[in-house]
């Protein structure tokens, strides 16, 4: 089992950058596929990025490709999402997840693991 921390969450105007961390607990870390999935007021929750047990492959939703990158330090267990040019629409509550395979998926189901999101706000 794995408990999920985010921080690094903020206010910052439209073409700023963020980074958020999330810090796991466990020895395991690095036999966990980690993702960051956002979810807006009123919409359903989404995937942003996915990072497999190495950290050497990574998927992003086209909304963000481009513009945030996924990473991983297994030696400090910690995932990060470094997030720049945010526009107002990557406004949302951010959680950090975890599942227990070595591959990455999109479905928000096949990870068990989940923080209790921060909060990114990007103003106009």
């Known amino acids: 089992q794995v408990q999920l921390l985010e921080s690094g969450g903020g206010l910052v105007q439209a073409g700023g950058s963020l980074r958020l961390s999330c810090a796991a607990s466990?020895?395991?870390?690095?036999?966990?596929?980690m993702g960051w999935f956002r979810q807006a007021p009123g919409k359903e929750r989404e995937f942003v990025a996915g990072?497999?047990?190495?950290?050497?492959?990574?998927y992003y939703a086209d909304s963000v490709k481009g513009r945030f990158t996924i990473s991983r330090d297994n030696a400090k267990n910690t995932v990060y999402l470094q997030m720049n040019s945010l526009k107002p629409e990557d406004t949302a509550v951010y959680y950090c997840a975890a599942r227990d395979r070595s591959g990455i998926t999109f479905s928000q189901y096949q990870y068990a693991y989940w923080g209790q999101g921060t909060q990114v706000t990007v103003s106009s």
């Open positions: 990072v497999n047990l190495s950290g050497g492959t990574t």
């Open positions: 466990g020895r395991t870390f690095s036999s966990y596929a």
